[in-house]
């Protein structure tokens, strides 16, 4: 197996174990801090492989992708009421358009910083479409997300609560029928699953032979010479 082929599985599974544990800690509630988890686990993946190990640069990665994840919300609440304004229509749920604009947004900022950080050279422009074109399929896995709550967002509910993660108040009832402010929590879970294993797949892609060059320490100069 190749080093890139690799390098993609790994961001892949880390995708999965991130969307899933961002899940736990969401159980009945929903916070703008659930970003996090996603964003420290691909760090950790960008070091460990050595994409890059710069802790400025891990450390800027890690923010704009915990802000990003409040930023897609933001933009995905603002496409459904522009939505619904221009239709004159008043609904308890929201648009699939507007699950598209927040994940496409979402994985934008999340891909196009990564790549900022780590393959500058190319020009920004090389950047700008490589991130848009994968920030499309982000923002399409975001409704296919949602409308798979009932099932896949159930499994996963499932899986927790066999795990004994799931808190007393988050019953099969409430993570199928519940309400966290912006949807039941099986959609959420569903959601998180999926977008974030999407989004690393696609940063496994981007980045698969982007390695980073160890620099020459002091002692290790002085025995060449």
């Known amino acids: 197996m190749s080093k890139g082929v690799g390098f993609v599985l790994l961001m892949s599974f880390a995708g999965l174990f991130s969307g899933v544990l ?5 159980g009945d509630r929903f916070s703008n ?38 930023i897609s919300v933001f933009s995905a609440v603002e496409a459904d009421l ?37 393959e500058r050279s190319i020009g920004l422009r090389v950047i700008g479409r490589k991130a848009f074109a994968w920030s499309l399929v982000a923002g399409a896995l975001a409704p296919i997300a949602w409308a798979l709550g009932p099932s896949l967002g159930m499994w996963v509910w499932s899986a927790l609560h066999t795990a004994g993660v799931t808190s007393p108040m988050n019953t099969f009832s409430n993570a199928l029928f519940g309400e966290t402010g912006y949807g039941p929590p099986s959609s959420l879970f569903a959601l998180f ?3 974030q294993t999407g989004v690393s797949f696609a940063l496994g892609m981007i980045l698969r032979n982007v390695r980073e060059t160890p620099e020459k320490f ?3 100069e002085l025995k060449l010479t």
């Open 193 to 195: 699953v999926i977008w």
């Open 82 to 118: 522009a939505i619904r304004d221009l239709l004159d229509a008043v609904r308890s749920t929201a648009y699939p358009t507007s699950y598209f604009f927040g994940g496409a947004i979402g994985g934008f900022l999340v891909l196009g910083g990564a790549m900022i950080l780590t």
């Open 22 to 26: 961002t899940a736990a800690l969401c």
């Open 33 to 70: 801090s659930l970003g996090i988890p996603f964003g420290a686990i691909m760090a950790f993946c960008f070091a460990a492989s050595g994409v890059t190990r710069s802790v400025s640069k891990l450390t800027c990665f890690f923010l704009a992708t915990a802000c990003s994840f409040y």
């Open 218 to 220: 002091p002692v290790e």
